[in-house]
């Protein structure tokens, strides 16, 4: 592309400035190809003519579209060059606030000398997990990114930062390290995060200093290996040092401090474990004073030095340690103060003896006073022949000192670093590293020296291993994108670095110098220059024989050889180490031992990395050993050490920019910029980049951003790729301007700026031509509206003028018709009236007739349903009279001759003849009694059946015939009534009405006299009256309307605070419930990991439960599952007393469980010896114990037959009484109805007692059988017989010893009960004591009955009370009738008709519905039946599958049942038993193992109702230990299987659902009255009796809070991935948005990850899934309301904190899609019915930035509109969208910094929060409303499929 294309006239250039480096201009003219200069408009309106060079056609670098400007990432500019680079970074540092930028694989960091809100810990969560161009830059980003890359690529990684000094370097580290401390946060409890965040305080203290260019300037370089385990979780750390400035311990220039850890120390003197140290003021120093400035603005040191001292403790540095640290440092300023003397003109030097700063130094380090003051001023020479002691100068004496101080503190350093490292290392293997370079930018001063030359060397070593792998990341770009790839020319700075250090270079020839007995400075400068004086990056000042120059790669500095080597000697006295060496202080001794030494002692850590990490600055060797390493030699070893490092790690780059020397917040120094610029490396990328193709484009966007210049033709294809590639060839001919690669297009430097150009030139063609139609069309429908006006004027003038003849003529002719009408209409009326009358008259006479006559019907009728229902009951009356007569004459006939035959019956029984008669047939005559018995019984159980079908049916007949008699009572007593009172009525309204005629005309003369005089009064009384309702009234109203604001006012105020204190106590209470949680889970950790390391010993508890099961949220519940006492004891060890202190209650509560574990220890072991006493019985009689368990046997059925007996007895003697009675009462009263009721009622207890014979009768014979096959089997041993007489004296049986048949015994035992009712022989029959027995049972009958009849009088008694209620009502509403009645007589005839209708559709329609809600309930009833029917058919289904499955081998044990009893089903109660030992397979089958979808097609929380159920059965039989053993045993597992399933939202859903109705059952049926106002009476009975569950009710809301907390952590974990993609990026409203240019890290970022992206109605789909998995599994609808509010919040801050910190998201465009989507949500919402939950409410901040996207942002009006629309952002946030919004289009315009500066003065009076991000982990307190079920617990049905066949119902 030429010149003259692309420089014409509007376009903008970059010309040079020695002011602003750079300075725009605007071509005024087209330049043409051999101008000599081009006419350019400078930004002031000032014109310039810049000369063109013809010869090199030199243009001026030309400037990006505005549209480019403030790219996050610089290759992102279509202009790739030092003047964009420059103007990017000042926009985004000046207008935005923006301090990180991109420039490929670098991120810029600009020191804004200001604390900004970017490095919370929201932002840091805010960046984790996201790709590193989808982000605003930052370096929470770069550490993302290499976080990312060691867990995808498992490669070791290394984060470099470098600068300036004041640049930022160590706060950017600290920044990056905190970052992988959050994130890779070690998994167990070591806190090793903590301890590496914790050495940065230790090392800045020991190494930082104030220097002129900045505060906390870093005077060592570091590198800090962070190690990593397979899980990516941080696991130890290790750090390695560089170059420690140590002149400045011993001197500092102007205005510069020494290092902080001094003057710190000094500021703590006062301290009283500081008092030995013999310190004062920093002033008071010579080592702390020579700078003069001694504090720093905004540093407190005394506060900085406790943090020192709680990091030293942190990293496990004793006490002792730290006391020996800080004398040592004291120590040193006391050297610093020595007092020199100086004799014979400074030749021979002492120290004074009494020197106080002597005296400290040497008593702070623990050395021989006397020798240090000797060998401070003298040293000692070695011949091979003798040794000398000469004495030093004074100049000597004082570099010996500064050297030995300068050595202790280097030695010092070195031993922090390596204890920091022990502290950081770990034994576990290390799997991967991520490492953090914080090293000395490039540096040149006006005096640079060996420092400088070191720091210098290093950042060439750097730079080309950043040139290195730059050239390599684009060389893989190119050939993945099979680009054809040239050789790009950069700048190869390995000449510098040989000059440097290779063979015979600087340090060589340093080294060499060093070695030299009387080597100079002068001599090694003169030898470099003989060596490297023809050198291209070496030269020889002019003006200088002491100095040298060194061509670096960021600029030329040249060094003062003075000092070079001394510095690299670093040389100190062998004798002052020596005494140092002996100090009684070990840890002072030990920093002086040798090398050698203290490589033996460190021993090589397990699992070390394949390149090993340690110190850079080696233990000290002494001064004249052969062959001592030298500075410069150490330092080139560790620096290669370094490069290997960073060489086998993927490097990421971080370059800290220095704005300004003042150190001013926010202001840009365009000179000193360029400088460190140029410096870092960053215009080198650019260089590189701008070689090669810097712009690239995937398809897919390229085709979005330029389809305007394509025409309809190639946009009908299908292949984009095609249509792009096709376009291109049209509009750029050079074909090497770009490249097609697979995926993306690639483009040379400023091809992309001239596309924008053509965009922006079709846009503006096409504005021109839409202009120019809409302005045709305004100028057309101008003229239209002209002219419609005109006649539409015409037409109404008009319309006027002949609308007024019109009316003139309309008014005569309707006066003419008005007259006409009048008089018809008067006429019509008089005819109407007369007519109406005459069929008024006869309607009524008709009527009247016609009721007449069916009155007169109605009454004869009623009169013969009377007649003949009481002739039917008269005759009925004297039959049933007639009857009981004759009955009650046969009873006295025959009771009168059973009296008779009885006497002559007892006088044969005395004869001895009868005897010997009864006696020869005895047995016979029993069997064949016992059989006649048998046929009575059977008949008369026909007879009662057949009378109580009997009495059922005479029973229902008089019911129907006391309703009919009782209807026609009412209809008749109500007929009369009505015609009697009505002809009373009428005669007394004639009396009273001729009564009050005479009075009214008496009264009438009295009222008008009296009237006439009262009026007056009145009159007068009246107008006081108003006067004073007024006064009082207004009155009334003040203080009423004082009183109301007052009230409500203060109510509202209470109300709001009430609420707001009770949000607070929730949400505190539910972050210590989820603390407790976390707390819980890490003691499971710890408890899992002690288990495993003692597992020789490991016991498992006695219920074979998990060690999750034994947890417990509530200290107030036993812990006996847990395990024994020791355990717990232990762990509450364990813990601390400062946790045990957090809650007493817990510690009591042990307490107390303690002692209850002890007591049941000994009782146990009480009961353990009596089984050891009882196994040693069993062993001595072990040949006895058959008989005694048959002996037992028998004794105990022989009780049980003698009660049976006796019940036997006892009930056929009530049944006789209750025969006479009845049939006495029936005589006595025959006519009642009482009688019959009570008849009926003692008929159906008779038949009950009969049916209770039976199964007596039939229990009694198994026994007997027993007993006679007991007895037939019975030995007859005299010990047996002994026992069995103990056991049971009055069980004998006679003839017991003698074998008899079971038939015969049966016909025995009937034969003798018959017996017993004939004869008298009492004694005969009390020989086993059952008359005793049957008398206990008559008087438990008597009682019964006695408490039977009691219930029917008072439910009788009951009736009859509410059957006076219902007379009274129906008297009253009788009444009411008859008022009524007297009211319609006296209406009209048309109104009583009226009224009559109404009252008798009213009566109709009450019937109707009557009718209706008994149908209702019939339909209700049968469906209900259904139900049960299915039920009970499912239930015998499962039965007799069951009884198929029976096992074979309990068959033999069923046939030896001879006889089963069959008992009558009772009704389920709604409670479930199960065995003690059943509880761990109830708890497995129904909690731990059971899934929801086995529940799904029951009753929601299913499981919840069978534990209730388990419960209260436990209540019922009043068992404390099964409650609680159940109750604990179902928290526990609730929590193991929450624990097994972290991340399965169904299960954890089903779980919350089953344990709020398990809570809310508890209260529900706790008896408590708030909670039973809506129950039944059915549920009412099924409340718990015995126990208060209070405080289990208290843990399970606990455990439901925490299991909601999993919930909604699982749906956020689900949910959280979607929101940025769905809400920020879904482009629902198609073609809307439009894609810019993006830059290096946007494109490698979207090609490593791949398409992730999701859609809105993906999200939609997720948030629909989780509504119906919790409204399916039975979950409150409250609590979803909250589970959406917190999901939507969520949503709402992620999405908001992406915004906040995403320019490319932040336009017009964006905010138009963004409000559509949140439309889909409220959508969404409200399809569902969660509109109440105030889940839409949480979306508002992000419906507001959307809305602040859209707003205009120009003028004052505009201001104050987002002012007011904003609410619910803060100030910074609205700042903070303002500064990112990002036109898309050229059309667009910026927002102005005036503008965000009038928003940022309306905004100051409101009180935000200073964070800029919201916290997407804030959870709202949950509530758990009461929800009552209306579920009975009998109604529940037991699924097959739950396999809990071993609970009974009850």
């Not at 090669?692 to 033709?713: A, E, H, Q």
Request: one cysteine or more; hydrophobic letters at 35%; aromatic letters at 8%.
């Amino acid at each position: 592309m030429s010149a003259t294309q692309l420089y014409t006239k509007h376009t903008r250039v970059w010309i040079p400035d020695p002011d602003e480096v750079w300075r725009s201009a605007e071509i005024i003219k087209d330049y043409k190809e051999g101008d000599k200069s081009l006419q350019l408009k400078l930004e002031d309106e000032t014109l310039y003519e810049y000369p063109v060079d013809l010869q090199g056609n030199e243009l001026p670098f030309l400037r990006n579209p505005d549209i480019l400007v403030g790219q996050n990432d610089l290759t992102a500019l279509s202009y790739l060059h030092e003047p964009a680079v420059l103007h990017n970074l000042k926009v985004r540092f000046l207008e935005s606030n923006h301090i990180y930028t991109y420039c490929g694989i670098v991120l810029v960091a600009i020191n804004p000398y200001e604390q900004l809100p970017i490095y919370e810990q929201d932002v840091i969560y805010a960046y984790s997990g996201q790709n590193m161009g989808d982000m605003d830059p930052h370096i929470f980003a770069v550490a993302e990114e290499a976080y990312k890359q060691m867990a995808r690529d498992e490669k070791n990684q290394s984060i470099i930062v470098s600068g300036e000094s004041g640049a930022g370097k160590t706060v950017s580290a600290k920044y990056a390290m905190r970052f992988f401390a959050t994130v890779g946060g070690s998994a167990s409890e070591t806190n090793i995060e903590a301890k590496v965040l914790a050495s940065s305080p230790i090392m800045e203290a020991i190494g930082n200093a104030k220097t002129t260019r900045n505060d906390n300037s870093s005077r060592f370089g570091k590198y800090i290996q962070i190690g990593f385990d397979k899980r990516y979780h941080i696991i130890g750390a290790n750090m390695r040092t560089y170059l420690l400035e140590k002149s400045r311990v011993v001197f500092q220039a102007e205005d510069e401090r020494n290092y902080h850890i001094f003057y710190q120390l000094c500021a703590s003197s006062s301290l009283p474990e500081f008092k030995d140290l013999g310190l004062t003021c920093a002033e008071d120093f010579f080592y702390t004073s020579q700078g003069g400035d001694r504090s720093i603005d905004g540093v407190d040191d005394a506060d900085d030095f406790e943090k020192t001292r709680h990091a030293f403790t942190l990293l496990g540095v004793k006490e002792s340690h730290q006391m020996t640290i800080f004398r040592i440092i004291a120590a040193i300023l006391h050297l610093g103060n020595l007092e020199i003397q100086g004799e014979r003109d400074g030749e021979v030097c002492s120290v004074s003896s009494e020197d106080e700063h002597l005296s400290n130094f040497c008593s702070l380090l623990g050395v021989e006073h006397s020798q240090m003051q000797h060998w401070l001023c003298h040293r000692k020479l070695v011949t091979t022949a003798e040794t000398y002691v000469k004495s030093m100068s004074l100049h000597q004496v004082v570099n010996a000192r500064n050297a030995l101080a300068k050595h202790i503190y280097a030695q010092l350093f070195n031993w922090i670093v390596q204890h920091i490292n022990k502290a950081l290392h770990t034994t576990v293997k290390q799997h991967s590293f991520i490492g953090v370079l914080d090293i000395y930018g490039f540096e040149t001063f006006e005096v640079n020296s060996f420092e400088q030359f070191c720091i210098n060397y290093a950042n060439e070593k750097l730079q080309q291993q950043f040139n290195s792998h730059v050239f390599k990341l684009e060389q893989e770009e190119y050939m993945k994108e099979g680009i054809p790839w040239t050789l790009i020319d950069f700048y190869d700075n390995q000449p510098c670095i040989d000059l440097i250090e290779a063979k015979l270079g600087i340090l060589d020839l340093l080294d060499e110098e060093c070695k030299v007995p009387k080597g100079t400075d002068q001599n090694w400068a003169q030898k470099l220059y003989d060596r490297h004086g023809a050198s291209q990056h070496f030269q020889k000042p002019r003006m200088s024989n002491t100095s040298f120059i060194v061509l670096h790669f960021a600029d030329k500095v040249e060094y003062q050889s003075e000092g070079f080597l001394e510095k690299n000697r670093d040389t100190v006295y062998e004798e002052q180490i020596n005494i140092l060496k002996a100090s009684k202080y070990q840890m002072v001794a030990d920093l002086f031992q040798e090398e050698k030494d203290a490589v033996a002692a460190a021993a090589v850590p397990k699992g070390a990395p394949r390149i090993s990490v340690r110190s850079a600055r080696p233990a000290f060797k002494a001064a004249n050993k052969e062959h001592r390493k030298t500075v410069g030699h150490q330092f080139r070893n560790s620096l290669h050490l370094l490069m290997e490092t960073l060489n086998a790690t993927t490097p990421h780059y971080v370059r800290c920019i220095k704005p300004n020397d003042e150190k001013l917040p926010f202001k840009f120094d365009p000179r000193r910029a360029v400088q460190q610029l140029r410096a870092c490396g960053v215009l080198e990328t650019i260089r590189i980049s701008a070689a090669g193709f810097p712009s690239r484009w995937s398809y897919p966007d390229f085709f979005n951003r330029y389809r305007v210049l394509m025409n309809k033709r190639d946009l009908s294809k299908n292949d984009k790729k095609q249509i792009c590639q096709t376009l291109l060839k049209d509009l750029i001919k050079d074909p090497d301007k770009f490249q097609f690669g697979r995926t993306k297009i690639f483009f040379r430097a400023g091809q992309v700026a001239y596309l924008e150009k053509l965009r922006a030139d079709k846009f503006r063609a096409a504005t021109i031509m839409i202009q120019k139609t809409v302005r045709g069309w305004l100028q057309r429908a101008k003229y239209r509206r002209l002219r419609q006006a005109t006649l539409t004027l015409q037409r109404h003038v008009r319309g006027h003028l002949a609308r007024r003849l019109f009316e003139r003529l309309r008014r005569t002719r309707a006066a003419v018709i008005l007259q006409r009408q009048y008089r018809m209409l008067r006429m019509r009326r008089a005819f109407l009236r007369v007519r109406n009358a005459t069929l008024t008259i006869q309607a009524f006479a008709r009527g009247m007739f016609v009721r007449r006559i069916y009155h007169q019907m109605l009454t004869e009728h009623k009169a013969i349903v009377l007649q003949r229902y009481a002739r039917g009951w008269l005759a009925r009356a004297r039959f049933r009279r007639a009857r009981a007569a004759a009955v009650v004459l046969q009873c006295h006939w025959r009771r009168l001759r059973a009296r008779r035959q009885l006497q002559a019956l007892r006088i044969e029984a005395r004869s001895a003849q009868h005897l010997k008669k009864l006696n020869i047939g005895m047995e016979n005559k029993v069997v064949q009694l016992q059989r006649k018995v048998d046929e009575q019984n059977k008949e008369n159980k026909l007879l009662n059946e057949q009378l109580s079908m009997l009495t059922s049916a005479h029973s229902s007949e008089v019911e129907k015939l006391k309703k009919e008699l009782q209807q026609y009572q009412q209809s008749r007593r109500g007929d009369g009534n009505q015609l009697l009172s009505l002809q009373e009525e009428v005669e007394r309204l004639r009396m009273e009405l001729e009564r009050a005629h005479g009075e009214r005309e008496v009264m009438e003369d009295s009222h008008g006299k009296e009237r006439d005089l009262l009026r007056k009064r009145i009159s007068d009384l009246e107008e006081e009256n108003t006067l004073l309702k007024q006064e009082k009234e207004e009155l009334n109203s003040r203080i009423l309307c004082q009183s109301e604001d007052e009230f409500a006012r203060n109510t509202v105020e209470e109300n709001m605070q009430m609420k707001k204190e009770l949000e607070e106590e929730r949400s505190r209470y539910q972050n210590l419930v989820k603390e407790y949680a976390s707390l819980e889970q890490r003691y499971d950790n710890l408890r899992d990991e002690i288990t495993i390391i003692k597992t020789p010993g490991h016991r498992r508890n006695p219920s074979n439960q998990s060690s999750l099961e034994s947890d417990s949220n509530n200290p107030s519940i036993c812990t006996s599952e847990i395990g024994d006492t020791e355990d717990v004891i232990q762990q509450v060890e364990e813990i601390g007393m400062e946790k045990a202190a957090m809650d007493m209650t817990l510690f009591l509560k042990l307490q107390k469980r303690v002692r209850e574990l002890e007591l049941e220890r000994k009782k146990l072991q009480a009961q353990l010896e009596k089984k050891d006493q009882e196994s040693k019985k069993s062993q001595v009689i072990e040949t006895k114990t058959e008989v005694t368990s048959e002996h037992e046997d028998f004794a105990y059925n022989s009780l049980k037959r003698q009660e049976l007996e006796s019940e036997n007895k006892k009930l056929k003697n009530e049944l006789n009484e209750l025969r006479k009675a009845i049939a006495d009462h029936a005589t006595q009263n025959n006519s009642s109805n009482d009688v019959q009721d009570s008849y009926n009622l003692l008929l159906n207890q008779l038949k009950l007692a009969n049916e209770e014979l039976e199964v007596r009768k039939e229990e009694v014979l198994i026994l007997r059988s027993q007993i006679m096959k007991a007895a037939q089997q019975k030995e007859t041993g005299k010990n047996m017989v002994k026992e069995r007489e103990s056991i049971s004296p009055n069980a004998s049986w006679p003839n017991s010893d003698q074998h008899v048949d079971q038939e015969d015994a049966i016909e025995a035992y009937q034969g003798m009960c018959e017996t017993n009712r004939k004869t008298e022989d009492w004694g005969y029959l009390n020989e086993d004591g059952e008359l005793g027995l049957a008398y206990q049972g008559l008087k438990q009958v008597a009682r019964l009955l006695e408490a039977q009849l009691q219930d029917q009088r008072r439910e009788h008694e009951e009736e009859l009370e509410a059957m006076r209620n219902q007379m009274d009502l129906m008297q009253e509403e009788l009444e009411n009738q008859q008022q009524a009645f007297l009211q319609t007589l006296q209406l009209s005839p048309e109104v009583q008709v009226e009224l009559g209708l109404q009252q008798e559709i009213t009566r109709l329609t009450n019937e109707n519905l009557d009718l209706k809600e008994l149908l209702e309930k019939l339909e209700k009833n049968e469906k209900k039946l259904k139900k049960q029917l299915k039920i009970y058919m499912k239930k015998v289904q499962d039965f007799e599958a069951s009884q198929t499955m029976v096992p074979v081998e309990r068959r033999p044990h069923e046939r030896n049942m001879q006889v089963a009893v069959q008992r009558k089903e009772k009704d389920f109660q709604g409670m479930l038993e199960y065995y003690k030992e059943d509880e761990p397979l109830l708890i497995r089958n129904l909690i731990t193992d059971l899934k929801p979808q086995a529940v799904s097609a029951t009753v929601p929380c299913l499981p919840a109702y069978i534990l209730y159920m388990c419960i209260r059965h436990a209540d019922y039989i009043n068992d404390d230990q099964k409650v609680h053993s159940l109750l604990t045993s179902t928290i526990n597992g609730v929590k193991k299987v929450l624990k097994k399933h972290q991340d399965d939202f169904e299960m954890t859903s089903f779980w919350l659902a089953n344990t709020c109705r398990l809570l809310h059952c508890l209260k529900q049926y706790s008896g408590e009255e708030v909670f039973m106002t809506q129950n039944t009476a059915k549920q009412n009975e099924h409340c718990l009796k015995n126990f208060d569950l209070t405080e289990y009710r208290q843990v399970l809301g606990q455990l439901s809070i925490q299991i909601y907390q999993q919930l909604i952590n699982i749906a956020g974990g689900i949910l959280q991935p979607m929101i940025v993609s769905a809400v920020l990026e879904n482009e629902s409203i198609q073609g809307l948005s439009s894609v810019k240019p993006m830059g290096y890290r946007k494109y490698t970022s979207n090609a490593a990850e791949g398409d992730s992206s999701y859609s809105l109605d993906e999200m939609i789909r997720q948030l629909n899934t989780f509504h119906s998995i919790m409204c399916d599994q039975g979950l409150d609808p409250e609590i979803i309301q909250q589970v959406f509010k917190q999901l939507f919040y969520m949503i709402n801050a992620i999405a908001l904190n992406n915004l906040l910190l995403r320019k490319d998201v932040c336009s017009w465009s964006t905010g138009m899609q963004l409000r559509f989507n949140i439309s889909q949500l409220e959508e969404w919402l409200r399809g569902k019915n969660l509109q109440q939950s105030g889940a839409a409410q949480t979306l508002e901040p992000l419906i507001q930035a959307a809305q602040l996207l859209q707003l205009k942002k120009k003028t004052s009006e505009d201001a104050e509109a987002i002012c007011s629309l904003c609410t619910s952002l803060t100030t910074q946030q609205i700042v903070k969208i303002l500064n990112l919004y990002t036109p898309v289009n050229e059309f667009e315009e910026r927002v102005t910094v005036a503008f965000i500066r009038n928003i940022q003065k309306q905004l100051q009076e409101r009180n935000d929060p200073p964070q800029l991000l919201l916290d997407f982990k804030h959870t709202f307190p949950v509530l758990f409303p009461f929800n009552p079920s209306a579920i009975t617990m009998d109604s529940i049905h037991l699924p097959a499929s739950l396999n809990l066949d071993f609970l009974n119902k009850v």
